[in-house]
């Protein structure tokens, strides 16, 4: 595949005003000649196929403007699939981690660290939770989550018994229940957990006891939630799933079927927090009329660490308290590097001016892919919040989300998938006004590529 490069070399702004544009690699780090193997060979041959990445291979970049090695300059409406919630290389996040790499390295946890204190008394002071357990990933925050949601169910059921050593077969509420189209991560619980099948596939037996229900139908999910569930989980918005906006009713149906049958309701929130959609946490606008709907334990991850790996399980001191001392654990979560740059990104992000500018350009990319839309007739329907927006593919069109990546990383966008009739779209809150109209132009001539229209935006 050979890529447009007319915009190679034009002014590369940041996504940010105190930081210095990138510049592009010197001639020796490039992919050298045309006969060398392209970056996806290299991978192919080096690294296991579970991804199949694009055809391009990125080399530095500020803000939301990313340069590859071939010079070639694009404007990146990814943010990492939902993390770089500042952009790329954000100072006050390359200062963070700069200060305690030089500071303080890995202890494991034998020891506790400041950083790692100050994160979570924050998180635990700015939302309904108690605890905090951190770990890497949003898939090792939702693994906790599960394991805690039944060893909390566990623990009173042993309370209730005659006797100290009650038989485990005769324990039953161990159920979840999640959502068809859910993604939570890629370990054994979590894929298990998930609403896609195929992730599980082939991998023997999945861990007994989860159910799920298609989004927003309450009818299923009362059928679902009885005496035997240990919890609810949900994405607020269902994200890689199709962009799904859970209805205010549904949530609150689960927190309220939640209590009637002692389970635990927990948010998802590994791609909606850190005020992506708005909030600090989706939860907290998410019931009717703009309420909160209370959860018992939500999980954090992506946005958290801002382009750093950490993930974080919260949760009310009446849950967390079923995480004794060795029942749950992790040699790197809560490592100082990953909680400074998580410290720097709550520190930056709490900037109400900066969420209102965020909400600006949210407007900015839904009336422009809603205009591109009506154009070309290539998008149906406009959906999601904030920075989580997702453009669904109309009827004759569907299937070409992929396609449709492609051609937009030819016209220097780079664009995501949530399914394969799904164009998804999760830049960094501090995405400039310039870069989004320029990111719409991109997107708009790869939609008229692809609808065999033309467009004058
Ligand atoms: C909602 C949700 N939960 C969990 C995960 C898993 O996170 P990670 O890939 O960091 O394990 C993802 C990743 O896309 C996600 O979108």
């Not at 334990?297 to 308290?321: Q, W, Y």
């Not at 001016?353 to 350009?361: G, N, P, W």
């Amino acid at each position: 595949m050979t890529l447009r490069s007319d915009h190679a070399g034009s002014t590369v702004t940041s996504g940010h005003a105190d930081s210095t544009p990138p510049v592009r690699a010197s001639e020796s780090d490039r992919s050298p000649t045309a006969d060398a193997p392209s970056p996806s060979e290299r991978f192919a041959a080096s690294q296991m196929s579970t991804y199949g990445p694009l055809p391009i291979l990125p080399d530095i970049a500020t803000g939301s403007r990313l340069v590859d090695t071939s010079g070639t300059s694009y404007i990146d409406l990814t943010g990492g699939i939902a993390v770089n919630l500042l952009g790329h290389c954000h100072p006050a996040l390359v200062g963070a981690l700069t200060e305690q790499g030089n500071r303080l390295w890995h202890l494991s946890n034998v020891f506790t660290n400041e950083p790692a204190l100050q994160l979570a008394e924050r998180l635990t002071a700015n939302t309904f939770a108690d605890r905090v357990f951190f770990s890497n990933s949003g898939a090792e925050a939702n693994e906790a989550a599960l394991k805690l949601a039944r060893r909390h169910a566990w623990n009173r059921w042993v309370a209730t018994q005659p006797t100290d050593e009650p038989d485990p077969s005769d324990f039953t509420k161990y159920g979840i229940v999640s959502l068809e189209l859910s993604f939570h991560g890629r370990t054994f619980f979590t894929v298990s957990t998930g609403g896609n099948s195929t992730y599980r596939t082939g991998f023997g037996p999945t861990p007994a006891g989860i159910g799920h229900v298609p989004p927003n139908d309450i009818d299923a999910l009362t059928n679902a939630v009885g005496p035997d569930t240990a919890a609810v989980i949900l994405e607020p918005i269902v994200a890689e799933g199709g962009i799904i906006t859970l209805d205010p009713n549904f949530l609150v149906a689960a927190r309220s079927l939640c209590d009637t049958h002692d389970a635990l309701l927990i948010f998802d929130e590994v791609q909606t927090g850190l005020h992506r959609t708005g909030p600090l946490y989706a939860y907290m606008t998410a019931g009717q009329n703009g309420a909160s709907v209370r959860p018992d334990i939500i999980t954090s991850a992506k946005g958290l660490g801002g382009g750093f790996p950490i993930g974080a399980t919260l949760a009310s001191a009446r849950v967390a308290e079923s995480f004794e001392r060795g029942t749950h654990g992790s040699t790197f979560g809560g490592n100082p590097l990953a909680c400074s740059v998580a410290n720097a990104v709550l520190d930056t992000v709490s900037d109400p001016a900066l969420q209102a500018a965020a909400a600006e350009r949210s407007d900015q990319l839904r009336t422009g892919l809603e205009t591109i839309g009506n154009k070309t007739g290539l998008f149906e329907e406009v959906r999601g919040r904030g920075m989580l927006l997702g453009a669904a593919l109309a009827k004759a069109h569907r299937g070409r989300a992929k396609e449709f990546q492609l051609a937009a990383l030819e016209h220097g966008v780079l664009a995501l998938l949530a399914g394969p009739d799904v164009t998804r779209l999760t830049p960094a809150l501090n995405l400039t006004e310039d870069e989004a109209a320029e990111g719409l132009d991109g997107l708009a001539k790869a939609a008229a590529e692809l609808a065999g229209k033309t467009t004058s935006q």
